[in-house]
C-alpha cells in the first residue's frame, strides 16, 4: 500500500508545468488525480517564449495519461477559476468520477503582468502593462478568490461527510516584500498565502492540514538562456 492509496486529489491548473508535475507525483504516491485547466492563447510577440504559449494551450490528455501510467484514476475537467460557480462545478464533477477530494492543491494562477513602473518593455522584453482594473482581477479573481473558494468547497464537503484526514497545498511565488514587474501577480499570491494559513488553525480540528509551497525558479517553457 503507497502513502495516498485510496485518496483522491484535485490539482488546479495542471495541464502543463508545476501542476502536471504534482498530479503525477501524487499518482505515483497511490491519489486517483483530477486536474483542472484552461486552454489559454499566449502572445508570443510580447516578449514571452513561444514553448510556453504552447503548453498553455494544450488540453489535460497528457497529464491524464502520465496519471493512468501510474496505474491510478486520472480525469481533466477545463474549467475558469474566475469564475465564482467553478469550485462547486469542479466538486461535483470529480466526486461523481473519483469519489470525494482528500487532498487539494492551488496551483491555477491567472498571471498578467503588470508594474506600477514607466518602462514599456522588462530586461528580457516581455511587454509592461500598468496596473489597471482589468489586470488586478484576471490575477486575483483566480489566485485570491479563486483559491479562497476552492478552499472553502472542500471544507464543506468534508465536513458535511465528516471526513477526518484532508490536505490543502497552495503554491505562490513572490513574498511579502513585493514583486517589482509583477505587481498583482505578487499580490494575489499573498492574499491566497494568508488564505491558506488562515485555513491551517480553522481546519485543523477537522483533520485537514494547509501549507504553502513556494517553488524556485522552475522551467516550464518559461525559462530561457536570457
Known amino acids: 500500500m503507497t502513502?495516498?492509496?485510496?485518496?483522491?486529489?484535485?490539482?488546479?491548473?495542471?495541464?502543463?508545468?508545476?501542476?502536471?508535475?504534482?498530479?503525477?507525483?501524487?499518482?505515483?504516491?497511490?491519489?486517483?488525480?483530477?486536474?483542472?485547466?484552461?486552454?489559454?492563447?499566449?502572445?508570443?510577440?510580447?516578449?514571452?517564449?513561444?514553448?510556453?504559449?504552447?503548453?498553455?494551450?494544450?488540453?489535460?490528455?497528457?497529464?491524464?495519461?502520465?496519471?493512468?501510467?501510474?496505474?491510478?484514476?486520472?480525469?481533466?475537467?477545463?474549467?475558469?477559476?474566475?469564475?465564482?460557480?467553478?469550485?462547486?462545478?469542479?466538486?461535483?464533477?470529480?466526486?461523481?468520477?473519483?469519489?470525494?477530494?482528500?487532498?487539494?492543491?492551488?496551483?491555477?494562477?491567472?498571471?498578467?503582468?503588470?508594474?506600477?513602473?514607466?518602462?514599456?518593455?522588462?530586461?528580457?522584453?516581455?511587454?509592461?502593462?500598468v496596473v489597471t482594473a482589468d489586470t488586478v482581477d484576471a490575477q486575483y479573481l483566480v489566485d485570491a478568490r479563486g483559491g479562497a473558494l476552492m478552499i472553502s468547497a472542500f471544507a464543506q464537503r468534508h465536513r458535511s461527510r465528516r471526513a477526518t484526514w484532508g490536505r490543502i497545498v497552495s503554491l505562490t511565488s513572490g513574498g511579502p516584500m513585493g514583486f517589482p514587474g509583477e505587481a498583482s501577480y505578487g499580490a494575489a499570491k499573498a492574499a491566497l498565502e494568508n488564505y491558506t494559513m488562515t485555513a491551517s488553525i480553522e481546519l485543523a480540528a477537522s483533520g485537514i492540514t494547509a501549507n504553502v509551497v513556494y517553488p524556485p525558479v522552475t522551467d516550464t517553457g518559461w525559462v530561457t538562456d536570457e
Do not use: H, M
Not at 9 to 35: E, F, M, S
Not at 41 to 48: H, K, N
Open 3 to 129: 502513502e495516498l492509496s485510496g485518496r483522491v486529489a484535485l490539482v488546479t491548473g495542471a495541464n502543463q508545468g508545476i501542476g502536471a508535475a504534482t498530479a503525477i507525483a501524487l499518482a505515483r504516491l497511490g491519489a486517483d488525480v483530477a486536474i483542472t485547466y484552461l486552454r489559454l492563447t499566449e502572445d508570443t510577440s510580447a516578449g514571452r517564449p513561444v514553448a510556453y504559449g504552447e503548453q498553455r494551450g494544450r488540453d489535460g490528455s497528457d497529464a491524464v495519461a502520465a496519471i493512468e501510467a501510474q496505474g491510478r484514476r486520472g480525469f481533466a475537467i477545463e474549467a475558469d477559476l474566475a469564475d465564482p460557480d467553478a469550485p462547486t462545478r469542479l466538486f461535483d464533477a470529480v466526486e461523481a468520477e473519483l469519489g470525494a477530494v482528500d487532498v487539494l492543491v492551488n496551483n491555477a494562477s491567472g498571471w498578467r503582468k503588470d508594474t506600477f513602473g514607466y518602462d514599456a518593455a522588462d530586461w528580457i522584453g516581455r511587454d509592461n502593462s
